[in-house]
């Protein structure tokens, strides 16, 4: 909520938030930010204090880990190491295991002999000698960094990749110690192509459908949305009317029956033409005119890009359009 205001959108393992408002968006993403993690609010009256439920209900703000990713800024010091870091907290449960233990008593050993060797010269000193700290080889390891393939620097490695870095590591994590984690991906779609975008998406979808995992991404660009009938529930848009989309069988119906001419869609059909105007839903001035496409083609005509409308529009969809 926003005071009076309320914005509702459907929670699914894999959410996708569009539009063109984005202000809303980004409301709505900081909402969920604060309140699901130490953030501390003013004690005067204001927007962000319990402004977040789930089906109209208050829920307690450690019901959700949250990941949040704005941008590789964000994204970068998740996978660097530091104490903080997925990195660090990957690795910290890969120590446990059996294997893992097994080389520690090994390094171990070979550290004691090592130790022994040079207190055999420094005793001859006087009473003194070295010591350590088995803790002290997790510190060693502690001291680590991380690159990327053949001693990249991490920031010279592509976005798309990072992002599938970042993915690997909380599905890696959720096998070590599963809990109930929500991510957010701010405006993804200026981070990765198109086709990237789909490829992510379906990692994402992998990992909630094998773990307590959410989540939630936004993007406002033309074409930036996976659409089939198990994503197409967690699609809100959010433009000067918000609108959830129903489940798919219900607007692949409501469509195929209002069609201005005897026109029956196929799925396939129909997802491709959701993604390229999903943007464009609820939103007041959403039809591109004559004018409008004739000035665009003109332009990319001296870019060398050429397009055309394709289908051949019929009298009834042109009165429709009209009307």
């Not at 350590?132 to 390891?141: A, F, K, R």
């Not at 909380?170 to 929500?182: A, N, R, T």
């Not at 990692?203 to 993007?219: A, W």
Request: aromatic residues 12%; proline residues 2%; charged residues 30%.
């Amino acid at each position: 909520t926003e005071f009076e205001k309320q914005y509702t959108f459907t929670l699914e393992h894999v959410t996708q938030l569009c539009g063109l408002n984005i202000v809303k968006k980004t409301y709505v993403l900081e909402s969920i930010r604060r309140y699901f993690s130490t953030y501390k609010y003013q004690e005067e009256r204001n927007k962000w204090r319990d402004n977040v439920k789930v089906d109209d209900e208050t829920i307690g703000r450690k019901y959700f880990s949250v990941v949040s990713v704005k941008g590789i800024p964000d994204l970068l010091p998740l996978i660097k190491w530091s104490k903080q870091s997925l990195m660090m907290e990957y690795v910290k449960q890969l120590m446990q295991k059996f294997e893992w233990q097994t080389h520690l008593r090994a390094i171990h050993t070979e550290l004691e002999k090592l130790y022994q060797m040079l207190n055999d010269d420094v005793q001859q000193l006087g009473g003194v000698e070295l010591t350590y700290d088995m803790s002290e080889v997790w510190d060693m390891i502690q001291k680590s960094s991380v690159v990327g393939s053949e001693q990249v620097p991490l920031e010279d490695t592509g976005n798309a990749e990072l992002i599938t870095i970042f993915l690997n590591l909380i599905e890696e994590i959720m096998k070590f110690s599963p809990k109930k984690m929500l991510v957010i991906v701010e405006n993804m779609d200026h981070l990765v192509s198109r086709k990237e975008y789909g490829e992510v998406i379906n990692k994402m979808r992998f990992i909630g459908m094998n773990f307590d995992v959410y989540f939630i991404v936004s993007t406002s660009i033309d074409g930036y949305v996976k659409m089939d009938r198990e994503l197409c529930d967690g699609i809100t848009v959010f433009g000067d009317t918000d609108f959830q989309m129903p489940e798919f069988d219900k607007i692949l119906q409501y469509i195929n029956d209002h069609y201005p001419v005897n026109k029956q869609f196929a799925e396939e059909r129909l997802y491709v033409l959701l993604e390229k105007v999903i943007h464009r839903i609820g939103q007041k001035k959403f039809l591109y005119n004559i004018e409008e496409n004739v000035i665009c083609k003109l332009i990319n005509q001296t870019l060398m890009l050429s397009d055309d409308w394709g289908d051949v529009e019929s009298v009834p969809e042109l009165a429709f359009l009209r009307a």
